[in-house]
Each structure stands twice: as structure tokens, then as C-alpha cells.
């Protein structure tokens, strides 16, 4: 289990980076952008629909590194949340391909981060299967 554990760690500064970085820089440059007040609107709703997913992910991996939930529905979940990350890891590293080079070093730092909570999320039920 110190894979899950592992990827609940990176989950949480995942969290705390979204969640610091985006209330201090993210945000308001988009509440300041010349956007109409709907757009900004869908764009803070966003923000904190992810802050959400990541919040209640880091919640969900703490609880099956801690085993407080049966195998039987960790396994399926962590498969879950591990795709779930590793589309979001792909579509991120596309996104820093396609960036300046200034951003592109960050997003793909990100992207790796994110491939390998997902890498860790998926191992995790599959030792739990080997043993």
C-alpha cells in the first residue's frame, strides 16, 4: 500500500497547489479579464468544480490507503480515479506541447505529476489482486 499512500501525497499537494495557486493568480486575472459575467461565471464554477474532484479524490485514496473501505469497491475506484487522472495527464501534456515555452515547462512538470498519481492509483488494486 505505500503506492496509494504515495499517491495520496501527491493528490494532496496537487489540492493545496490548485487550491493556493488558483485563489491567488488564476482566478482573479479572470475576473479581471474582459470577459462577459456569464463566461466569468463558468470559468469560477470550473475552478472550483475541479477544486472539488480534488479535494474528493485526495479523500478517496486516503480512506483505501487506510482500508477503511472494503477491497471490493477501492479496486474499482482507484481504476477509476487512475484513468481519470492519466486522461487528464495526456490532454495536459498536449496542452504544454502546444504552449509557449515559458508555460510549457510547468504544464509538463504537472503532467507528470498527474501521470504518476495515475500510474499509482492503478498498481495499487492491481497488488492488491497479486496477493
Known amino acids: 500500500m505505500i503506492s496509494l499512500a504515495i499517491a495520496t501525497i501527491l493528490s ?10 488558483g485563489k491567488q493568480k488564476r482566478l482573479p486575472k479572470l475576473m479581471n479579464a474582459p470577459l462577459s459575467e456569464p463566461d466569468k461565471q463558468w470559468f469560477s464554477a ?12 485526495t479523500a478517496v485514496f486516503l480512506v483505501c490507503a487506510l482500508k477503511l473501505l472494503p477491497e471490493m469497491y477501492g479496486y474499482s475506484l482507484l481504476l477509476f480515479l487512475g484513468l481519470n487522472y492519466g486522461m487528464y495527464a ?4 498536449y496542452v504544454a506541447l502546444l504552449s509557449p515555452p515559458q508555460a510549457s515547462l510547468r504544464l509538463r512538470l504537472q503532467s507528470l505529476v498527474f501521470l504518476l498519481i495515475a500510474l499509482l492509483a492503478v498498481l495499487s488494486p492491481l497488488q492488491l489482486q497479486a496477493l
Not at 489540492?15 to 495557486?21: A, D, M, T
Open 12 to 21: 494532496a499537494g496537487v489540492c493545496i497547489y490548485h487550491l493556493v495557486e
Open 46 to 57: 470550473l475552478f472550483y468544480c475541479q477544486s472539488v474532484f480534488y479535494l474528493s479524490t
Open 90 to 93: 495526456i490532454w495536459l501534456f
